[in-house]
């Protein structure tokens, strides 16, 4: 069962937003009104693949794993600021809620791939393990991006350069990985 979140009314919402001293203690950032607890939606699947190798139970709930967009992982989250979160990202600069949702596209782009692999019943546990640790070592720099954007460090040249990898990219990517994984 959900629990019951209080709603912040539409004026503490707008008060906060045009203050940002009133987004103290919120995680939301100030600047680009975007908060890192997006991220732990990334960081829960990076998790997951890093267990597979010696733990591969893991794979199953890895494979449970599902895309969110930053709206929808706030309203799915139990986080208490979440209708402050899902607001200023409503309103937020175009060039920092563009970026986040490129970076979010890619890396949901590399899991979705990722399940799709290892729901091949024919992966070797060495295959298994080598792919979940591949896949971890690529998103770990985009969540780093996605974390640097969130909290205003990139400059507003670095912005607008992530781009979405098409699926035949990505996976050319993980036949190369596996195929190596199969010569050692």
């Not at 009133?22 to 699947?45: K, Q, S, W």
């Not at 199953?60 to 986080?79: I, K, M, V």
Request: include cysteine; charged fraction near 25%; hydrophobic fraction near 40%.
């Amino acid at each position: 069962m959900k629990p019951t979140v209080s709603r912040p009314s539409a004026a503490a919402i707008a008060q906060a937003l045009a203050n940002p001293v009133h987004l103290d203690g919120t995680n939301i950032n100030p600047v680009t009104l975007l908060a890192t607890d997006y991220l732990n939606h990334f960081n829960e699947a990076i998790m997951l693949l890093e267990m597979i190798p010696s733990a591969p139970d893991c794979k199953e709930d890895f494979l449970t794993w599902r895309p969110l967009s930053y709206c929808g992982h706030f309203e799915a989250s139990r986080f208490k600021y979440r209708e402050l979160a899902i607001a200023a990202y409503e309103v937020s600069d175009p060039k920092y809620r563009n970026e986040i949702d490129q970076l979010a596209k890619h890396m949901s782009m590399i899991l979705l791939a990722t399940c799709d692999a290892m729901r091949s019943n024919d992966l070797s546990q060495h295959t298994l393990g080598v792919l979940a640790e591949t896949t971890a070592r690529w998103l770990r720099p985009l969540v780093a991006r996605a974390g640097s954007v969130i909290n205003g460090e990139l400059e507003d040249d670095a912005l607008g350069t992530s781009e979405t990898a098409p699926q035949e990219t990505i996976d050319a990517l993980f036949d190369r990985e596996v195929e190596e994984a199969l010569r050692a």
